[in-house]
């Protein structure tokens, strides 16, 4: 058996201090032009006692901007941003992906550049499901997401070197990897569903090699600029957040995925146990939906990397009995560091947590509920964590 304190390595490449990991979780706090901030480089910087820290989701381009005030890496202005969340971390002696993505059809042509309608790989519209974005007024708020138009083959083929460009960026703005995001009813999970993708090009939903097409073109792009071990993918069989369609063919399709992940060197596939239903990041409940350990042995046969476990874990027991069953090296915490900076070492050391107010997740440009969570001491009185 592993314990939670132990190291982990990432294919040889990355070593890891413990199995803890921040999870990616949006945050909304970019300067104008979505740039990341000393805000952001402070908050990330508490929490670099985690084992390793993946960001907040990352768009690859304008097009990929589903929620307002969520970070970029594709101009200058991004990339100094994320050199000063990288190079604060690093002083902390932490380590840090960075989540890519792109929403899809899960975007506002309010959202969107010029206007225009979001990418879909149909033109079939999430219709229970909200999007972050400037109404007509000016003021940021939910609202249903547009119907897409489907891309065109070649579209498709051009936004495999978007993301390329995008892993380039990351590797200049200092991340130590990427983490490919490829769940929770965005692009590449869109592409995957079989009900949902009704293409009849090569990015087709006809066989599992033409649906998972596009992610694995992205995910050679991403290995051959980073190197084996500093890319992982997060995966959420059986979810259904954002209008995806049950799958019958899901099981298929994940064992599939996890087979050419390994074959390609990738570091990590990231779990996400959780149903999450429609709605927006704000309403939705989260429920643990646990993927079945049958299934989870078929998945750890089949990819020879680390596995992330994801899925509402809230105490050092929790997730160490998730270790200690053998199908997860590391396990991820997300709530829980937002109000416990120190997370890792108040796990540890048995000391208690702080439950950070809900409504300030979200929607602000400032500390409250952010940065301004301090570290626990031991002598009695709590200092900030800077």
Known sequence: MVDLFESQWLASTVQLKNRIVMAPMTRTRTSEGDVPNELMAIYYGQRATAGLIVSE?????????????????????QLQGWRLVTDEVHRKGGTIFSQIWHVGRMAHPLGMPDGEAPWGVTE?????????AHGPDGKLGYMRAGTPRALTTDEVSALVGTFAQAFANARKAGFDGVEIHAANGYLFEQFMNSVLNTRTDRYGGGSVEDRTRFLMEVVDAAVRELGPGRVG???????????????????????????????????YVHLVYELMPAGNMESAEFKKHHVDHAVLTKVRAAFPGAIIWAGGFTSRESAQAALDTGLADLIAFGRPFIGNPDLAERLKHGWPLTEADRSTYYTRRDEVGFTDFPAYSTGGAARRAV
């Open 57 to 77: 989701a990352v768009d690859v381009h304008p097009s990929s901007n589903g929620y307002a005030m969520t970070p970029g890496i594709y101009t200058d202005a």
């Open 124 to 132: 079939q519209r999430a219709e229970n499901s909200d999007v972050f």
């Open 233 to 267: 993918v997060r995966l959420a069989p059986y979810g259904t957040f954002n209008d995806i369609p049950v799958d019958p063919l899901t099981e298929e399709t994940l064992l599939y995925v996890s087979e050419q992940l390994g074959r390609r060197g990738v570091g």
